[in-house]
């Protein structure tokens, strides 16, 4: 318990982290701002390989770049995902060996893949044959991995249709990668973010056992099956273990591979850094839009321009504390700051705040490690980036 805007504040942050609670008791910073424990990444990257057992982990770096994270998590022998020229230089500058990267991203300048390459990156994905032959050409006799289009159905955070190529298309570019002078090694997909339902990946692993049956039979033996991210996390409800995951995407590789079973890969962003963080954010203004409607509206010092870009459409729903929890509470809209329109972050989902709440009032949002700090503007309105503190970086 501590003194904290002449209230007292006795909430329990999620997982029951002491040290973020004690960092946000400890003094008034100007909010928002997020707080990061690595440890609880460190510690959701454990459970992953615990888990999943003889699977190299790919950490999806978009979910959270903070290079104290990216350290711990290349000392704890993990591999990454990275998109550009800056996630590789954090990685290497982190520790990270360049075998241990893989270029995900389907979507690479020319310059930006030789980049890459100059810098020892020998593992590229692709979903067409333009990208594939910029990869001969830029990184020639590298690694390569074609996406698989996959449907993200029981996914709150969709990928849509952007990435990846059908089944077909996949065999012939793996067959070409190899006449361009690549390695092909086999086949990614991803199946949505914070996806709910882990028998999901079955039909994609389907149809990459068909892809490796396929190639097998024009003699290209690949070896990679790299299942991608979406592993969820509790924001408010609680979701499927990290195990029927990982049960659930082994025995798929079983049913689908028999006895030729591929090395796997997954690429987990979200389900390592969410509850690593906790952002505190400020009542900036409590109001009725009408003398009738019971519906307050709260406005925080955050909104989909400071960081909660996944609040788009409703879609990531995170759960909220204040010092008041316990009181009698209303139904609320809440929203952020800026003067646009779009800067609303609930309306239709039901959220209930205490009805005593006012402005200087802090809400934590929790479950917020990942994809907050990275998504927030640069000055929309003159409102600054989210302010981010780790604990243990001056230590
Ligand atoms: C973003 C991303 C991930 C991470 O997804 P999560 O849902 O956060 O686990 C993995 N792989 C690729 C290629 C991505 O773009």
Same mark, same amino acid.
Not at 139 to 160: D, M, T, Y
Not at 238 to 251: F, G, K, L, M, T
Not at 333 to 340: F, S
């Given at each position: 318990?501590? *003194?904290?805007?002449?209230?007292?504040?006795?909430? *329990?942050?999620?997982?029951? /982290?002491?040290? %973020?609670?004690?960092?946000?008791?400890?003094?008034?910073?100007?909010? $928002?701002?997020?707080?990061?424990?690595?440890?609880?990444?460190?510690?959701?990257?454990?459970?992953?390989?615990?888990?999943?057992?003889?699977?190299?982990?790919?950490?999806?770096?978009?979910?959270?770049?903070?290079?104290?994270?990216?350290?711990?998590?290349?000392?704890?022998?993990?591999?990454?995902?990275?998109?550009? $020229?800056?996630?590789?230089?954090?990685? #290497?500058?982190?520790?990270?060996? $360049?075998?241990?990267?893989?270029?995900?991203? =389907?979507?690479?300048?020319?310059?930006?893949?030789?980049?890459?390459?100059?810098?020892?990156?020998?593992?590229?994905?692709?979903?067409?044959?333009?990208?594939?032959?910029?990869?001969?050409? &830029?990184?020639?006799?590298?690694?390569?991995?074609?996406?698989?289009? @996959?449907?993200?159905?029981?996914?709150?955070?969709?990928?849509?249709?952007?990435?990846?190529?059908?089944?077909? *298309?996949?065999?012939?570019?793996?067959?070409?990668?190899?006449?361009?002078?690549?390695? $092909?090694? +086999?086949?990614?997909? &991803?199946?949505?973010?914070?996806?709910?339902?882990?028998?999901?990946?079955?039909?994609?692993?389907?149809? @990459?056992?068909?892809?490796?049956?396929?190639?097998?039979?024009? +003699?290209?033996?690949?070896?990679?099956? /790299?299942? +991608?991210?979406?592993? @969820?996390?509790?924001?408010?409800?609680?979701?499927?273990?990290?195990?029927?995951?990982?049960?659930?995407?082994?025995?798929?590789?079983?049913? &689908?591979?028999?006895?030729?079973?591929?090395?796997?890969?997954?690429?987990?962003?979200?389900?390592?850094?969410?509850?690593?963080?906790?952002?505190?954010?400020?009542?900036?203004?409590?109001?009725?839009?009408?003398?009738?409607?019971? &519906?307050?509206?709260?406005?925080?010092?955050?909104?989909?321009?400071?960081? #909660?870009?996944?609040?788009?459409?409703?879609? %990531?729903?995170?759960?909220?504390? =204040?010092?008041?929890?316990?009181?009698?509470?209303?139904?609320?809209?809440?929203?952020?700051?800026?003067?646009?329109?779009?800067?609303?972050?609930?309306?239709?989902?039901?959220?209930?705040?205490?009805?005593?709440?006012?402005?200087?009032?802090?809400?934590?949002?929790?479950?917020?490690?990942?994809?907050?700090?990275?998504?927030?503007?640069?000055?929309?309105?003159?409102?600054?980036?989210?302010? =981010?503190?780790?604990?243990?970086? /001056?230590?």
């Amino acid at each position: 318990m501590a *003194m904290t805007n002449g209230k007292t504040l006795v909430t *329990m942050i999620a997982a029951g /982290n002491r040290e %973020i609670q004690d960092f946000l008791d400890s003094d008034q910073r100007e909010t $928002p701002y997020l707080v990061i424990d690595p440890k609880v990444a460190a510690q959701q990257y454990r459970r992953l390989t615990d888990a999943f057992r003889e699977t190299q982990v790919f950490y999806a770096v978009k979910a959270n770049p903070q290079p104290i994270l990216i350290r711990l998590l290349a000392r704890l022998g993990s591999s990454f995902d990275v998109a550009s $020229p800056a996630e590789i230089d954090l990685c #290497l500058s982190e520790g990270a060996d $360049p075998s241990r990267l893989s270029y995900g991203n =389907t979507i690479k300048k020319a310059a930006d893949i030789r980049y890459a390459y100059d810098r020892g990156v020998r593992m590229f994905v692709f979903d067409s044959e333009a990208e594939l032959r910029k990869l001969a050409e &830029h990184a020639p006799g590298s690694a390569v991995f074609c996406r698989l289009l @996959a449907g993200s159905a029981g996914a709150q955070w969709p990928l849509s249709r952007k990435f990846g190529c059908s089944p077909d *298309m996949a065999v012939e570019l793996l067959d070409q990668a190899r006449t361009l002078g690549l390695k $092909p090694i +086999g086949v990614s997909f &991803h199946v949505g973010s914070q996806q709910l339902d882990p028998s999901r990946w079955d039909p994609s692993i389907a149809q @990459a056992a068909r892809v490796f049956r396929e190639l097998g039979e024009r +003699g290209v033996r690949l070896t990679l099956l /790299n299942c +991608g991210g979406g592993f @969820a996390t509790g924001y408010q409800e609680p979701v499927a273990p990290i195990q029927a995951y990982a049960d659930a995407i082994n025995s798929a590789v079983e049913r &689908h591979f028999g006895p030729f079973r591929p090395s796997l890969a997954i690429e987990p962003g979200r389900f390592v850094a969410a509850d690593s963080g906790v952002l505190r954010a400020q009542v900036v203004l409590v109001s009725q839009k009408s003398y009738d409607d019971d &519906h307050r509206w709260v406005y925080l010092d955050i909104g989909r321009f400071g960081g #909660l870009a996944e609040t788009e459409g409703e879609a %990531i729903q995170y759960r909220l504390v =204040t010092a008041r929890d316990g009181e009698p509470t209303g139904p609320v809209v809440l929203a952020g700051p800026t003067c646009d329109s779009v800067d609303i972050l609930y309306e239709k989902a039901p959220y209930r705040l205490p009805l005593d709440l006012e402005p200087g009032d802090y809400v934590d949002i929790l479950g917020t490690g990942a994809y907050t700090t990275t998504y927030s503007s640069v000055g929309f309105n003159g409102f600054a980036p989210l302010a =981010t503190f780790c604990i243990g970086d /001056n230590a």
